[in-house]
């Protein structure tokens, strides 16, 4: 269950409880986060090249939302650092840090993408 380290397994059997416990609903949630939070990232890449640290500070605080739904605690750890820091002012090293955060999505969406196809929600 190693590949599954990167995911937080009570959270996302409490957003499957929330949803009614139908997993095809929560892969259809998933499908959702999968397409909606790439954009967030263009959007922080976009506001740290115009140092709009309002919109990067609120693309951080959307992707910790949904990282924190599917239990995706790394990405939500760094997105929650990116947006108190740009609510601040400047994020020093943005575009790593953004880097980073995508790194974080592509692992927790492998570890989502097996669970969900029958690796261990149970």
């Known amino acids: 269950m190693a590949e599954h380290s990167a995911i937080d397994l009570d959270a ?3 957003l499957l409880r929330a949803m009614g416990g139908e997993m095809d609903d929560l892969k ?7 397409e909606d939070t790439p954009p967030l990232f ?12 309002e ?7 959307t ?11 790394d990405m939500a750890k760094i ?9 601040t002012g400047p994020v020093a090293d943005a575009f790593q840090r953004v880097a980073d955060v995508e790194a974080a999505f592509a692992a927790a969406c492998g570890a989502l993408k097996s669970l969900l196809n ?3 929600l149970a």
């Open 55 to 61: 919109a990067f500070r609120r693309a951080a605080h």
């Open 63 to 73: 992707a910790k939302g949904a990282a924190r739904d599917f239990g995706a605690s």
């Open 118 to 120: 029958g690796g261990g």
């Open 28 to 34: 259809d949630l998933f499908d959702s986060f999968v």
């Open 42 to 53: 263009v959007t922080m890449r976009t506001a740290a090249e115009n140092a709009d640290w």
């Open 12 to 14: 996302l059997r409490r």
């Open 79 to 87: 997105c929650a650092a990116l947006e108190h820091e740009a609510a």
